[in-house]
């Protein structure tokens, strides 16, 4: 491969992982704010890490920070609306603005004023005025500047006055949470004060804002539906009726641990930072890059090449991207013109990037952050999970490897020449920079607490970036802890969000009553109550990013799965898989659509594709509901017999799906086919028995009697 080759695959491959375009709403800011800026997320996240690893903070306190930062960082780096299209000769304030910016600036200083005063004043703070008084301005301040956001608009340069509001209200309401942190713990939700209303009021404001930003409308509706539901119970028929909640009651409950403070957030303020910074490091150091130039040259040349490099760069990165359609952008702006070059349809290439980055976050050691929401929720050890999670991982990343093959084959297409690719000999000199990836996992089974692994990992990026050329100096670190903060900042307004809906379910109750529901469907058939199960999981997820979506579906469906006798572990994956395939599931495919924008494909033809793709995803679920030996319980023979045949399945299904298996199916050979990959989800013996001697009967006659042609796009 000549070295203006090389360039150009290492060139590309570094601007698809290490710079991924910022979303459209967020800002572009110079001079000062972008330094100010730059800082503050500096700061953010080196106080996470050290307060992880040197000096904890009382759990309340560390999340109410954690929260509270993000909100004032996130509003300072997210505008209202998409910012590329806005008049660059805006002003900053025009005269219009002038009393929305008065009252909102004036109500909040003032709400900042007592935060402030009661600091100072410490034990000896007057009570009456300081808080009575200031929850009302602040909620004031906050939905004049909520409103004034939407309906002005500053260039994308610039950070509005609006948005400035914004972010010392967050750090308003993260003073009084922090300040009141003790008294909260024993009072909100049972008896709170009125400023623990008023002020929780303002951080709902507050939370549902940054998460429209950040996430679009699904979250918020759905936020917003569950919200309603907390007051209209007393009206609503059937199981959804409840008695009714007062207001103070409601909003204080919702900031404490069984809410916003509760396992989501504990999650973001650990976990998902950490594996956040991970990846920032990663990414600066350049060993994110050499994972995918890796993927390159060990599957580039075979026929459909660049769409198993997909598979293989998407799954390694995917599992440390906490979002399926952030992943999407970062190693899909590289592989999906690739994959059209070599004669996918442009709906394809971005179907095949969307399913195999879906499937990053079900990938151990990190699976996104849906491990640790799993672990936090149900407590099983975080190290069973990931274990438990390799077989299915394993076989839908094999699955869609399969797609790929079959549909190459089907349409005669060819991979990369070798001097379109990296030189592999010259990458197995640099295997060492596998060794983050190597310790982290190490660290996890030699025992160590999934922070310090995650550390370690962390350190050891830094580490090996010395023997590279890009060694990582005091730039690059500072460079990695604001990438670190800018990353996650979606992420922890998800997951707050999540807080709130899961506060509303175990408020009210509802997960108990879809519980009951599932237990009256299983009376009659348990595979129904899987099925509307699933159903369930996957509507609540749509729209949704991954760490949101698995959060609220744990919270309704996985209690009435467990009810009906299944064992948490399988519960808690079976709701998982299917609240992360909501990312690929029509109408509402966020990581199709990510990839049908990059392809320049109309997105709906590209979500059913993805969908087609991720087939395997929707039915290994029930595969290691009725084989637990996927899940690595139980004695070896069993869990490699599981393997097997499941691996016989995919390979069975996937060619059903493409219609291509050693050849061209015909309609009944393609559906004796799909009967035959079905019957080995079961994983009764006489069942696989059955489906592999179905495909050994299906090989031998595509080979003699099947069309080898190729079908052209």
């Known amino acids: 491969m000549s070295d203006t080759s090389k360039a150009r695959v290492d060139s590309e491959v570094q601007v698809a992982v290490a710079d991924e375009p910022p979303p459209s709403n967020e800002r572009r800011l110079f001079g000062w704010e972008r330094y100010l800026l730059m800082v503050v997320c500096i700061g953010y996240a080196a106080f996470h890490l050290i307060s992880l690893n040197l000096y904890p903070i009382e759990t309340w306190t560390y999340r109410m920070i954690h929260v509270a930062g993000a909100l004032a960082i996130g509003f300072l780096l997210i505008a209202a609306w998409a910012t590329d299209h806005l008049d660059d000769k805006t002003a900053w304030v025009r005269p219009i603005e002038y009393l929305p910016l008065a009252a909102a600036a004036g109500l909040g200083g003032y709400a900042l004023f007592c935060v402030t005063y009661a600091f100072v ?48 209200n967050s750090l308003t309401l993260g003073g009084y949470l922090t300040f009141n942190v003790a008294a909260l713990q024993f009072r909100a939700g049972v008896m709170p004060a009125e400023s623990d209303f008023l002020f929780a009021v303002a951080g709902v404001l507050l939370i549902l804002e940054l998460t429209r930003r950040v996430a679009g409308l699904a979250l918020l509706i759905i936020a917003g539906i569950f919200i309603a539901y907390a007051y209209m119970g007393p009206y609503l028929p059937g199981f959804l009726s409840h008695t009714g909640y007062r207001s103070d009651r409601f909003f204080s409950y919702l900031f404490t641990d069984s809410g916003i403070l509760g396992a989501t957030t504990a999650v973001s303020s650990t976990y998902i930072i950490l594996f956040i910074a991970f990846g920032a490091f990663l990414q600066v150091s350049k ?52 994959m059209k070059k070599v004669g996918y349809r442009p709906q394809t290439a971005g179907a095949i990037e969307a399913a195999a980055s879906t499937g990053g976050q079900i990938m151990p050691p990190v699976m996104g952050a849906g ?27 094999v699955s869609i490897f399969f797609m790929v093959d079959f549909e190459a084959a089907k349409l005669g297409m060819r991979g990369l020449r070798q001097d379109e690719l990296p030189v592999l000999a010259k990458l197995l000199k640099q295997v060492y920079l596998f060794l983050p990836i190597i310790i982290l996992i190490g660290a996890l089974y030699m025992g160590y607490s999934v922070i310090r692994a995650g550390t370690l990992g962390l350190m050891s990026a830094l580490v090996v970036s010395w023997l590279s050329p890009h060694k990582m100096g005091l730039r690059g670190i500072l460079q990695a802890l604001e990438g670190t903060t800018k990353m996650s900042i979606q992420l922890i307004a998800v997951c ?16 108990l009553r879809f519980s009951s529901i599932l237990l009256e469907i299983a009376d009659k058939s348990q595979l129904a109550a899987l099925f509307f199960a699933m159903c369930i999981a996957i509507v609540l997820g749509m729209g949704m990013p991954t760490t949101a979506a698995y959060a609220v579906a744990a919270s309704v ?72 030996g996927l899940l690595m319980e139980g004695e070896w023979y069993l869990i490699l017999r599981n393997a097997v045949t499941a691996t016989i399945g995919v390979y069975m299904l996937s060619g059903a799906v493409v219609n291509w298996f ?21 994983g009764g013996l006489v069942t696989d028995i059955a489906g592999v001697g179905i495909g050994i009967a299906v090989v031998l006659w595509q080979r003699k009697m099947a069309t080898q042609q190729p079908i052209r796009a």
């Open 496 to 511: 707050a969000c999540a807080g709130i809906i899961v506060g509303v379910i175990g408020l009210t109750g509802v997960g």
């Open 557 to 628: 469906v996985a209690p009435g799965l467990i009810q009906l006798g299944i064992p948490p572990l399988v519960a808690h994956f079976f709701v998982f898989y299917y609240a992360v395939m909501s990312a690929i599931t029509p109408p509402v495919a966020l990581a199709a659509y990510a990839g049908a924008a990059i392809a320049g494909a109309e997105p709906m033809r590209t979500s059913v594709e993805a969908f087609k793709f991720g087939l395997a995803a929707f039915i290994v679920p029930f595969m290691f509901f009725y084989s637990h």
């Open 287 to 338: 060993v994110g890059d050499y994972f995918v130039n890796f993927a390159f040259a060990v599957a580039g040349r075979a026929r459909g090449g660049p769409a198993k490099v997909a598979v293989f760069a998407s799954g390694l990165m995917g599992m440390i991207n906490g979002t399926s359609a952030g992943n999407v952008v970062a190693t899909g702006s590289l592989t999906i013109p690739l």
């Open 371 to 397: 491990a640790f929401i799993m672990a936090e929720i149900t407590g099983i050890p975080y190290t069973d999970l990931i274990v438990a999670a390799l077989i299915p991982a394993c076989l839908y990343f």
């Open 121 to 168: 004043a410490g034990e000896q703070m007057p009570q009456g005025w300081v808080f009575g008084t200031s929850g009302l301005p602040l909620i004031a301040s906050t939905v004049i500047a909520i409103g004034s956001a939407w309906v002005f608009k500053t260039r994308e340069q610039r950070i509005g006055w609006y948005d400035w509001v914004l972010a010392i």
């Open 662 to 682: 050693h050849g061209h199916l015909a309609w009944p050979t393609r559906i004796i086919l799909f009967v035959g990959a079905l019957l080995l989800i079961e």
